[in-house]
């Protein structure tokens, strides 16, 4: 089993910054992909960063240029930097981890972040 516990959401006006973590803990030998994702009422939920074991990250169109996601393997935590956000931004965020090994993913409790206009 893998525990994500996040922090670092809140209220913030736009064009300001959040800084989101995610830190793992449990079996964290199987992850291999951790991930950020967002999911505003009524929609489903959509990709927002993803970092793999190897450094190697990928962002949703939406947030490039304005995200930046990253790691620290000695605190088993993953960070989602959030700069010029936007009113649109505003949703739970949820930490996800992936073990291919075990074809498993799990997901953290989610986090609010809102921009106001």
């Known amino acids: 089993q893998v525990q994500l516990v996040e922090s670092g959401g809140g209220l913030v006006q736009a064009g300001g910054s959040l800084r989101l973590s995610c830190a793992a803990s449990g079996s964290i030998f199987s992850i291999n992909v951790m991930g950020w994702y967002r999911q505003a009422p009524g929609k489903q939920r959509e990709l927002v960063a993803t970092?793999?074991?190897?450094?190697?990250?990928n962002y949703a169109d939406s947030v490039k240029g304005r995200f930046t996601i990253s790691r620290d393997g000695a605190k088993n935590t993953v960070y989602l930097q959030m700069n010029s956000l936007k009113p649109e931004d505003t949703t739970v965020y949820y930490c996800?981890?992936?073990?291919?090994?075990?074809?498993?993913?799990?997901w953290g409790q989610g986090t609010q972040v809102t921009v106001s206009s």
């Open positions: 970092i793999t074991s190897g450094g190697i990250t």
């Open positions: 996800n981890a992936h073990s291919s090994t075990i074809g498993h993913t799990y």
